[in-house]
């Protein structure tokens, strides 16, 4: 009876935290028109709009798996897609949080299981992925309550390794994350190996998780088979290029073509080792409060559990710290803080054994700790929410101008920015060169052509060419073209040019009409 009388509360909080969570994303959300604040949901969008293009090359993408555009197809022929992904966001990260919980109240005592729930929800990576229409957030969910399920049933069956379905259900989970992003195949075949390492008597349980979750897997793979890829054969090269050497996403097709890993650590190692050693280090940071617990932990069951948060959260960092892919960490969040949140409860029991007799006075330092953790994050995560609600202001002001212009579709805008959208135009996304969809996204520049922009007489001819009246230019023009930037600053006028004004970072241009 007491164990329900305190269960039901910390739920209870736990539930009208996450509702509040949810809440406050739907609101925004409706606030700001759902605005989409990266372009990864666009190429998605476009991988979903050419899935049968009549070749089957359009089903595969080296950048995103197949499950998430396909859900954005068939969602596009019932409702608003936008809407639809933003809300759905939100429904995972519902999922996230609640998984995380739940793990909570398996791992640790107390209160303390409400407070990794509220630091993963404003960690501000997480936060920004969470309010942002994409494929990153399911991906998260399914993760996060495959690990929550089998570390679950661990603790509670430690002698027979629980039931098999739940396994089972586990792997089909870490397959549902691997089809909306490629590198949680990795993170599920790095958790069952570090679940194998800790408890080898489950071998058997854990190979069955391995196989459904390859299996739910088994359509990428038939995908991959059929355009002539690897089955694993993925665009992660350009991740590794891009923490050695950078990119400039505005000029992809200056990248060198097949970029294998192998060759490119080849090709400078001293520059990898270093590169890869800073990348593995700020993703090993997940791994701490596992090492830490695994080291203090007093009960069989706990170390055992920080031992397989700390070997995943390890090998997972090993793996991805080659990769400059600041997603990479969303996957080991969740985890970790559950067991930061055990090293809350641990330093407080320490305090109460070593200081008989002190009341709540053992909570003050590591309560202070978190409180100021989560004051940190919403300090990072308020600035965010005014970027969304800047930039659907000025997104709507760009919109307004050029449609006061003529303008009745993105495809008549030329870009230097990856991110505005025009939502009312039909075909709201405007031309832009670079992008990662021309490497990842089959028939991207058929669709979106790039323009010549290092003379400014091929780049007037080719608006011509491809009717577009009007140019929306930031400063990131300078990473795409000395004559692009020129115009931008002014130093560059041309009589086929006009200004017809600013809003926010971008300045707008008019490209005259030939007489």
Same mark, same amino acid.
């Given at each position: ?61 080296? *950048? ?119 590198? *949680? ?142 997603? *990479? ?135 011509? *060419? ?50």
């Amino acid at each position: 009876m007491i164990k329900m009388l305190t269960w039901y509360p910390r739920s209870f909080t736990a539930a009208a935290y996450i509702a509040l969570y949810v809440a406050f994303g739907v609101v925004l959300g409706i606030s700001t028109g759902f605005l989409v604040s990266t372009n990864d949901f666009w190429g998605n969008w476009y991988i979903a709009m050419h899935l049968f293009d009549h070749v089957p090359e359009s089903l595969y993408s080296g *950048a995103f798996p197949a499950g998430y555009p396909f859900l954005l197809r068939a969602a596009a022929s019932l409702t608003d897609v936008v809407a639809f992904s933003y809300l759905l966001n939100c429904a995972c990260a519902a999922l996230v949080l609640a998984s995380t919980f739940w793990l909570c109240r398996r791992m640790m005592p107390g209160w303390w299981s409400v407070v990794p729930v509220i630091l993963v929800s404003l960690y501000p990576r997480m936060f920004h992925y969470v309010f942002t229409a994409g494929a990153d957030m399911g991906a998260v969910g399914f993760f996060t309550l495959g690990t929550a399920i089998i570390l679950g049933q661990l603790v509670a069956s430690r002698e027979t390794g629980g039931r098999t379905g739940v396994y089972v259900i586990g792997g089909v989970l870490f397959g549902l994350a691997a089809l909306w992003r490629y590198h *949680a195949l990795v993170a599920g075949v790095l958790f069952l190996v570090a679940v194998f390492a800790f408890r080898p008597g489950h071998w058997l349980r854990i190979l069955i998780s391995g196989v459904a979750m390859l299996a739910v897997y088994a359509p990428q793979f038939a995908i991959n088979a059929a355009t002539g890829h690897g089955l694993l054969e993925t665009c992660h090269g350009i991740n590794v290029y891009n923490l050695m050497y950078g990119v400039n996403w505005h000029r992809v097709s200056e990248l060198p073509s097949g970029m294998s890993i192998p060759a490119l650590i080849a090709s400078h190692p001293l520059r990898f080792v270093v590169s890869y050693g800073g990348g593995a280090a700020r993703l090993g940071l997940a791994s701490i409060p596992g090492l830490v617990m695994l080291l203090r932990a007093r009960g069989e069951p706990a170390r055992m559990a920080s031992g397989i948060c700390f070997m995943f959260c390890a090998t997972y960092a090993l793996m991805f710290g080659m990769s400059a892919s600041p997603r *990479a960490v969303l996957l080991v969040v969740p985890i970790s803080f559950v067991f930061a949140g055990m090293l809350a409860a641990e330093v407080t029991g320490i305090i109460r054994r070593r200081v008989p007799r002190s009341g709540n006075a053992p909570h003050i330092i590591p309560a202070v700790l978190l409180i100021a953790a989560a004051a940190m994050f919403a300090g990072r995560d308020v600035p965010k929410v005014k970027r969304i609600f800047e930039n659907r202001n000025v997104y709507r002001r760009v919109g307004e101008l050029v449609a006061l212009h003529g303008v009745r579709s993105g495809m008549q805008v030329f870009a230097t920015d990856f991110d505005i959208y025009f939502p009312a135009f039909d075909s709201p996304r405007p031309l832009y060169n670079g992008g990662w969809g021309r490497i990842a996204a089959y028939g991207y520049s058929r669709v979106y052509p790039e323009l010549a922009v290092d003379d400014i007489n091929d780049f007037i001819s080719d608006c011509y *060419a491809l009717g577009i009246r009007m140019l929306v230019l930031t400063d990131e023009s300078r990473r795409l073209s000395p004559v692009l930037h020129a115009i931008y600053s002014g130093t560059l006028n041309d009589l086929r040019l006009r200004k017809i004004g600013r809003a926010g970072r971008f300045k707008v241009f008019a490209v005259r009409e030939i007489a």
